[in-house]
Structures are given as structure tokens and as C-alpha cells.
């Protein structure tokens, strides 16, 4: 039987709730489907620093690295808003991405057919909606230098950030791109300002170049990043891969994300480059919320994004196509039958808890 090692880091606040959820999906897959499931519990965030005074340890990093996958829950809270910088809950997070190198984060929008009323947008634009968006996440101007502020002794400052890419940056993460849409719609539409900044003209050549040669096959548009913010609200059913770099990607999640409804249903994944021997990556996955300190311990949190983001572990970690079909179903069908946890309450509908609501998801899997 195949192992498959996993390492959950449940972390702080709503955290765990959503994570014991996932807990048993891996229950019932190890013991009806023969899954071969091998677990493996670390601290993360404000828990990590409670107990070793570290937002991660040494031997919990470790375990990351060893792990084929690891399931992140969320960090973070009031009680830890005083401890030092370099120890604050978020900087675990911060070190898994650096040391597991994740430069390839997944954020797909999708829109449940059941939730389609209640979004902000009229129902046709988002009914059926199901789109990804990959941002680069490792690189560009989060990163490059330098970026500092100088005094320029006039009682003026000037503040600087630097965007830098390098093409082999640009390379993996179209290559990611092109091999996402391989197993979706087959459509890539990548955004930069290219009529305003050289790396996004060294971008779109760079993109276009790997797309040339070794995905043809796969369709291929450009757009400026400011006028894709605008299709995606316009009419975001028209795309189905969009890469971009780390800021425009951050904020064009954002609003992809907006288009769905609540927090509480978005999952993410983060990549890492294929090892050279085995092919396989570094993975880790994380719902896109935080640890909602105010509703923490109330038995009220939303599992779906925490259980969506197994899903997508189970569909870019372990090949489990078929798996990761069934899970995404039966969280459609839960929605269907009326189950709203609080977040996503309307009228009509029955409200349930996290347990109750992770439970429905189990029995229908
Ligand atoms: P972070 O800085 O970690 O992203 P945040 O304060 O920006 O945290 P969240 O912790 O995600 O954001 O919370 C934002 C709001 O959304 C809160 O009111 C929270 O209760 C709600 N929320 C977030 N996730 C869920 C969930 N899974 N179920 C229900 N409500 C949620
Ligand atoms: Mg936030």
C-alpha cells in the first residue's frame, strides 16, 4: 500500500475546529478506501510560540520537509498581538513558504450552485463559476531590492520598492500555468503592465516564449493587469487560468474571491518546484481565511474551506483525481439539501454548526 505523509498544522483560533474536520475525511478514506494515510501533528503560530517560543520549531519545520504534504490551518490571534516581530504567529507561515521554496499559489473562485443567489453579483455572472487564479509568490516586489526608506534630509523621505523578476521565475510559473489548464478548460490568460513596466514586458515575452515551446496545445491570451481586474467583475466565467505576479496576484485573488461570497468557502495551495528525481513537489495547503479570533471556540466556524483545500491535496499532491471529484461534490450537495453554517446563513436554509456541517460533508463523500 502506498504511504501518503501528511502534516497537519492546525495552528490558532478557528484552526483546529476546521481542521478535526479534515481529520475525519482522512479517517474514513484510510479505513474504507484504503488511502494509506500517515499523519503527523505539528504546532504553528501562537501555539508554536506558547510552547517553544518559536512560530514554528526546528523539528516541526523539519517534519514540513519531510512530509509529501502538509494541511496549514491559520494563525494568529488578539492574545499574541505584543510578542516579538521575528516570533509572531504569521512568520511560521512566512518560513514554511521561504524553506519549502512554494513560489505557486493556487486560488481557485468557485461558485456553488446553490450560493449563486446570494452573491454580491447578479447569479448569471458567477452561477457555474469555476476559475483559478495562480499567483507567483516567492519573487517580485515583495522581495526585490532595494526597498527601503530614505531620508533625503529636505524634510522629505522617499520610499522604495523594487519589482524584479528573472525569467526563470517567469518560466516555472507559466510552466505551473500551462499544466493546470492541461487538466481543466485548456486556457491560460496571463496579466502584467507591460505598457507601463519592464518586467512586464520581460513577462509577457517570457510567458509567450514557454508557451511556444512546450504548450502550444494549450490557448493563450495576454491581458493588462488593470483591465483583467475589470473582466474578472465584468464577466469572470470568460477565463479559466489567469497567471500574474505576486502583487497583482494578491490583489486580483482578492477580488476573485469576493465574487464567490464568504471567506469561509475559499481553499488555496501552495507549490513548490518538481524534485528532480521524483518529480513530486513540495505542497502546502491552507483555507484562504484566518483564525476569526471572534468566533473562535463557538462551534460556529465554516470547515468548507479547510475540507476544500484537502480536496486540492488530494487532486495536486496525491493524484486522487477521482477523490478530490467527489469531495468537491459533496460539498456542492450539502449546499444543495439547505446546510449554511452561520457565514453563509440565508433564508429558508438550516443552519448547523462546524461539526454537524463537516459531518454532512463525511456521510455524503
Ligand atoms: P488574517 O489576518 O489572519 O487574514 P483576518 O482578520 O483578515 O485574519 P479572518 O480571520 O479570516 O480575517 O476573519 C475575517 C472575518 O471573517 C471574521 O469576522 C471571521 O469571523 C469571518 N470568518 C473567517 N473565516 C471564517 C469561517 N471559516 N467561518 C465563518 N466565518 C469566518
Ligand atoms: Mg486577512
Not at 48 to 66: N, V
Not at 88 to 94: I, M, T, Y
Not at 154 to 175: A, C, L, M, P, W
Not at 333 to 360: C, H, P, Q
Amino acid at each position: 500500500m502506498t504511504s501518503r505523509k501528511l502534516l497537519l498544522l492546525p495552528g490558532d483560533g478557528i484552526g483546529p475546529e476546521a481542521m478535526a474536520e479534515v481529520r475525519k475525511l482522512i479517517a474514513v478514506m484510510n479505513a474504507d478506501m484504503n488511502a494509506g494515510f500517515e499523519t503527523e501533528e505539528g504546532l504553528v503560530g501562537g501555539c508554536a510560540y506558547d510552547t517553544h517560543g518559536a512560530s514554528i520549531s526546528d523539528a516541526d519545520m523539519d517534519k514540513a520537509m519531510a512530509a509529501d504534504a502538509v494541511l496549514f490551518g491559520a494563525v494568529g490571534g488578539p492574545k499574541w498581538d505584543g510578542v516579538p516581530y521575528e516570533v509572531r504567529p504569521e512568520a511560521g507561515l512566512l518560513r514554511l513558504r521561504k524553506e519549502m521554496e512554494l513560489f505557486a499559489n493556487l486560488r481557485p473562485a468557485i461558485c456553488y450552485p446553490a450560493l449563486a443567489s446570494s452573491s454580491s453579483l447578479k447569479p448569471d455572472v458567477v452561477e457555474g463559476l469555476d476559475i483559478l487564479i495562480l499567483r507567483e509568490l516567492t519573487g517580485g516586489v515583495y522581495f526585490g531590492e532595494p526597498k527601503e526608506i530614505i531620508d533625503l534630509g529636505n524634510g522629505q523621505k522617499r520610499g522604495i520598492d523594487t519589482q524584479v523578476y528573472d525569467t526563470f521565475e517567469i518560466e516555472r510559473i507559466s510552466g505551473v500555468a500551462f499544466e493546470l489548464a492541461r487538466t481543466r478548460r485548456n486556457k491560460v490568460c496571463s496579466m502584467e503592465k507591460r505598457n507601463v513596466m519592464k518586467s512586464g514586458v520581460l513577462w509577457n515575452e517570457v510567458v509567450t516564449a514557454t508557451h511556444k515551446a512546450k504548450y502550444s496545445d494549450v490557448e493563450l491570451t495576454h491581458m493588462l493587469a488593470d483591465a483583467g481586474g475589470m473582466q474578472l467583475v465584468r464577466w469572470p466565467k470568460q477565463f479559466d487560468v489567469i497567471v500574474t505576479d505576486n502583487l497583482f496576484g494578491d490583489m486580483l485573488s482578492d477580488v476573485a474571491a469576493m465574487l464567490t461570497g464568504s471567506l469561509g468557502m475559499l481553499p488555496s495551495a501552495s507549490l513548490g518546484a518538481p524534485d528532480a528525481k521524483t518529480g513530486s513537489r513540495k505542497a502546502l495547503y491552507e483555507p484562504v481565511h484566518g483564525s476569526a479570533p471572534d468566533i473562535a471556540g463557538q462551534g460556529i466556524a465554516n470547515p468548507i474551506a479547510m475540507i476544500a483545500s484537502f480536496a486540492m491535496c488530494l487532486r495536486y499532491s496525491f493524484n486522487m483525481v477521482a477523490e478530490a471529484d467527489r469531495l468537491e461534490a459533496a460539498i456542492s450537495s450539502v449546499l444543495d439539501d439547505g446546510l449554511r453554517t452561520k457565514d453563509i446563513m440565508s433564508d429558508g436554509m438550516t443552519e448547523v454548526g462546524t461539526v454537524a456541517m463537516g459531518d454532512a460533508i463525511v456521510e455524503k463523500f
